[in-house]
């Protein structure tokens, strides 16, 4: 059974930081792409960033280049979403995803305000 449990959520002010982990299990990790999306109420969950199966190759949303960066220790079974110079437009909820399969972390709310 796959399971991805993010965790680090929180309420954090404008301009500060946060780091969301994922542990994954029930699939061999190191096999797979994997990602961060966010979803806000009403709106179509987008992609934040994705790192290939080494760590090697990552992508960002422009929203959020040159504030987050994804890394991942395959040792762990792990992921993780460190947001520097956060703003109240990053709030949402953050999803762990495997790419390409249809499995999605709980969520994990992230709420940027004062």
């Known amino acids: 059974q796959v399971r991805l449990v993010e965790s680090g959520g929180g309420l954090v002010q404008p301009g500060g930081s946060l780091t969301l982990s994922c542990r994954a299990s029930?699939?061999?990790?190191?096999?797979?792409?994997m990602s961060w999306y966010r979803q806000v109420p009403g709106k179509d969950r987008e992609l934040v960033a994705a790192i290939d199966n080494i760590g090697e190759s990552r992508n960002y949303a422009d929203s959020v280049k040159g504030r987050f960066t994804i890394s991942r220790d395959n040792a762990k079974n792990a992921v993780a979403l460190e947001m520097n110079r956060l703003k109240s437009e990053d709030t949402a909820v953050y999803y762990c995803?495997?790419?390409?399969?249809?499995?999605w972390g709980q969520g994990i709310q992230v709420t940027v305000s004062s």
């Open positions: 995803h495997r790419m390409g399969w249809a499995d």
């Open positions: 029930g699939f061999t990790f190191s096999w797979y792409t």
